[in-house]
């Protein structure tokens, strides 16, 4: 099986950080991309960060700056630092992984973690 786990979600104030974890685990062959999506109640799911093998990254205006994902391919786990958080940032937090199942061209497949909430209030 794989299996993308999440954690590291919780309460904070505005102002202060959290840092989000995912791990990917089974039969990955080879990790490819890791992205950081997040939807609030009521609006659409969007692509906070995103990062591939090459070196290639994406961050969202919302986040530039704040946000940074760390990468640990030999352990296929990611993790998203998030600073300076805003209560616009409270969502629940997705990570996908973009990955091969063996050395085949097409065995490429895309994987979801289950989740992390994640609020910033008073």
């Known amino acids: 099986q794989v299996q993308v786990a999440e954690s590291g979600g919780g309460l904070v104030q505005p102002g202060g950080s959290l840092r989000l974890s995912c791990e990917a685990s089974?039969?990955?062959?080879?990790?490819?991309?890791m992205g950081w999506y997040r939807q609030a109640p009521g609006k659409e799911r969007e692509l906070v960060a995103r990062v591939d093998s090459g070196g290639g990254s994406y961050y969202a205006d919302s986040v530039k700056g704040r946000f940074t994902i760390l990468r640990d391919y030999a352990e296929n786990t990611k993790y998203l630092q998030m600073n300076t958080l805003k209560p616009e940032d409270s969502a629940v937090y997705y990570c996908?992984?973009?990955?091969?199942?063996?050395?085949?061209?097409?065995?490429?497949?895309?994987?979801w973690g289950q989740g992390t909430l994640v609020t910033v209030s008073e």
């Open positions: 996908n992984v973009l990955a091969y199942l063996s050395a085949h061209p097409g065995s490429h497949s895309e994987f």
């Open positions: 089974g039969n990955i062959f080879r990790l490819v991309a």
